[in-house]
């Protein structure tokens, strides 16, 4: 299997089964003497662990992470670092009944033509849980950036047809949804109840939000900011949609609406409003990335629901198993990462975009 690897210079490799031994990820290229150890990466674990919240999966999972390598004495070595999860509570059993059937929304049936082969324990490779890998890498890609001045946040934007008006940073970690929203988040929540009871799931959306970027971050052609970060996010499982600040409002608007004009602000170039999201022409433009992931409903549902085996028979299926009647409240945090990789990643390719910056590093 080819593609289990982003990144240029800070790069990812993540390995390992939803139901097998353990999950972990390799990071390469990540600069030594940055503080960091197990409690640093563990609280970004626990906003994604299953068992958190009475809108996610039943599985109880620690998640506990152990740096296996790549760090000394608290700090960073620049040497390959190595992280693991092992396994606690994968009652493989539950899936039993799905061996030979395709669930309706799952790679099964993909997976199965691509290999002649698939693991039907909760998907193996193709499980939301290999993001457990991403979230600990994006939590050392997080600490390098906040030493740069970069902030990243994301939050649950919307729930079915609830959709957030107001962003308040504190309210994102007082309900069970990540919403920034005090009042969507009840409505929400009624929503959520509702379809519980039917033995039914509900997609949404995330927003993240990024600051402190400098300008010119990215590259004019195929290594563009947005497009870097599209490809980040829409390989995180469930993702059918990326878009950067107006996204697809911009094509209803006319130019002269769409456009952000350009002042002066603090002595410095800037612009009158966000309409761009952060990025003009594949670059930072100084201003906040605002950019939004859609997710698909969770497509285990308990209820029964129309399939075919791998002997090409029609026959009626009943998932059973553990699953989240909304994936969006912990994927906050797997945005989150995907975009703290992403965005390091471009910053440090950066540092040779101009030979000032190559003669200061070895002349100064």
């Known amino acids: 299997m080819s593609g289990s690897g982003f990144g240029n210079i800070f790069r990812?490799?993540?390995?390992?089964?939803?139901?097998?031994?353990?999950?972990?990820?390799?990071?390469?290229?990540?600069?030594?003497?940055?503080?960091?150890?197990?409690?640093?990466?563990?609280?970004?674990?626990?906003?994604?662990?299953?068992?958190?919240?009475?809108?996610?999966?039943?599985?109880?999972?620690?998640?506990?992470?152990?740096?296996?390598?790549?760090?000394?004495?608290?700090?960073?070595?620049?040497?390959?670092?190595?992280?693991?999860?092992?396994?606690?509570?994968?009652?493989?059993?539950?899936?039993?009944?799905?061996?030979?059937?395709?669930?309706?929304?799952?790679?099964?049936?993909?997976?199965?033509?691509?290999?002649?082969?698939?693991?039907?324990?909760?998907?193996?490779?193709?499980?939301?849980?290999?993001?457990?890998?991403?979230?600990?890498?994006?939590?050392?890609?997080?600490?390098?950036?906040?030493?740069?001045?970069?902030?990243?946040?994301?939050?649950?934007?919307?729930?079915?047809?609830?959709?957030?008006?107001?962003?308040?940073?504190?309210?994102?970690?007082?309900?069970?949804l990540c919403m920034a929203d005090k009042e969507a988040a009840v409505k929400a929540s009624e929503l959520m109840e509702e379809a519980m009871s039917d033995l039914d799931s509900v997609g949404g959306v995330v927003e993240c939000r990024i600051s402190g970027m400098p300008v010119g971050i990215g590259e004019p052609v195929f290594d563009k900011l947005d497009a870097a970060l599209s490809k980040a996010v829409m390989s995180i499982g469930a993702v059918k949609g990326v878009e950067f600040g107006e996204g697809f409002g911009a094509s209803l608007k006319k130019g002269s609406e769409n456009n952000d004009p350009f002042i002066i602000k603090d002595g410095k170039p800037a612009k009158a409003k966000n309409s761009s999201g952060g990025v003009l022409g594949g670059m930072s433009d100084g201003d906040e990335i605002i950019l939004r992931a859609a997710f698909k409903p969770t497509p285990s549902i308990s209820q029964p629901q129309m399939t075919v085996n791998r002997e090409g028979k029609e026959e009626e299926i009943v998932i059973k198993g553990r699953h989240d009647p909304i994936i969006v409240p912990r994927a906050v945090v797997v945005v989150e990462a995907m975009a703290a990789v992403t965005v390091l990643d471009l910053m440090l390719v950066n540092m040779a975009s101009k030979m000032e910056n190559v003669k200061k590093f070895y002349t100064e």
């Not at 626990?46 to 390598?69: C, H, N, Y």
């Not at 760090?71 to 509570?89: C, M, R, W």
């Not at 002649?116 to 994006?138: I, M, Q």
């Open 12 to 176: 990812i490799t993540t390995w390992g089964e939803s139901h097998g031994r353990a999950l972990g990820v390799v990071i390469d290229g990540c600069p030594s003497g940055l503080i960091m150890n197990e409690e640093i990466i563990q609280k970004d674990l626990d906003r994604r662990k299953p068992g958190a919240s009475k809108f996610g999966t039943k599985r109880q999972e620690g998640d506990k992470v152990e740096i296996l390598s790549g760090v000394f004495e608290g700090k960073t070595t620049g040497t390959p670092i190595s992280l693991a999860v092992f396994n606690q509570d994968q009652r493989s059993r539950d899936y039993s009944n799905i061996m030979n059937v395709y669930r309706p929304g799952h790679a099964d049936f993909c997976f199965d033509s691509k290999y002649g082969f698939r693991d039907y324990r909760g998907g193996g490779r193709s499980s939301g849980r290999e993001t457990l890998s991403r979230v600990a890498a994006g939590a050392v890609a997080r600490a390098a950036l906040k030493e740069l001045g970069v902030e990243i946040f994301a939050f649950t934007k919307s729930v079915g047809s609830i959709q957030g008006k107001t962003v308040d940073k504190d309210e994102i970690f007082n309900n069970p």
